[in-house]
Nanobody
Framework: QVQLVESGGGLVQAGSSLRLSCAAS????????MGWFRQAPGKEREFVAA????????YYADSVKGRFTISRDNAKDTVYLQMNSLKPEDTAVYTC?????????????????WGQGTQVTVSS
């Protein structure tokens, strides 16, 4: 079984930056891709970013492209989400997820491991 633990959320002002981390345990980290999803109050969960097992392939939602960067360190069993130029509409609970295999996906249904989430609040 895989356990995922997020950290790094918080309350920041618009235009600020945050880096989220997601530490994994329980299975060889490099054997699966990782993704970040977010859910704002009253809204559906949405895809944010994903990265392949090696880090060589990344996907981003259009709403975060150019502002957010996903990366991973397989030696540390950790995936990161660097968030720059934050906007109030980025406010949400951010959750990391482990893919069913080495490929990243946009669909949450193809992720089989989920963390508990970390709150990000961006004030205007």
């Amino acid at each position: 079984q895989v356990q995922l633990v997020e950290s790094g959320g918080g309350l920041v002002q618009a235009g600020s930056s945050l880096r989220l981390s997601c530490a994994a345990s329980g299975r060889t980290f490099s054997s699966y891709a990782m993704g970040w999803f977010r859910q704002a109050p009253g809204k559906e969960r949405e895809f944010v970013a994903a990265i392949s097992w090696s880090g060589g392939l990344t996907y981003y939602a259009d709403s975060v492209k150019g502002r957010f960067t996903i990366s991973r360190d397989n030696a540390k069993d950790t995936v990161y989400l660097q968030m720059n130029s934050l906007k109030p509409e980025d406010t949400a609970v951010y959750t990391c997820a482990g893919s069913r295999d080495k490929m990243p996906y946009y669909s949450a249904t193809l992720y089989i491991y989920w963390g508990q989430g970390t709150q990000v609040t961006v004030s205007s």
